[in-house]
């Protein structure tokens, strides 16, 4: 019984370490993503400061205005694109697209 509870107890501990560790990666993936596909026009911030950003009038990320949209609002968005945004349905994983999202409510003021 004793070692049933040991075995018990190491998977649980993966698990949780599993679970502990994995978040910071998605923040992470996220993030690159995020430097890589929208901020040349939404800029590291997110806030639109950026040449290209100015002159597509591009939304302010961290505004109350964009965090209060729901995550499938946001999801919807970075799917089929929007105004003058490109779609990236086809070009991103659900899961990148998810990340994305995830670090976008980072931006939060």
């Known amino acids: 019984m004793k070692d049933v509870l ?3 107890s190491t998977a649980l501990l993966f698990v ?6 994995a978040a910071p990666a998605h923040a992470q993936g996220g993030a690159a993503l995020f430097k890589a596909k929208c901020a ?3 800029g590291a911030d997110g806030k639109g400061d950026t040449s290209m950003g100015k002159t597509l009038k591009v939304r302010d990320l961290s505004s109350e205005e964009v965090q209060k949209q729901t995550d499938a609002e946001l999801t919807a ?3 089929n694109g929007k105004n003058k ?3 990236y349905k086809g070009k991103l994983t659900d899961a990148q ?3 994305l999202v995830k670090y976008i ?3 939060k003021k």
């Open 6 to 8: 040991v075995r018990v």
């Open 16 to 21: 949780a370490a599993t679970l502990f560790f």
């Open 40 to 42: 040349p026009c939404h």
């Open 77 to 79: 968005i970075t799917e």
């Open 85 to 87: 945004m490109p779609a």
């Open 97 to 99: 697209i998810s990340d």
């Open 105 to 107: 409510r980072t931006l």
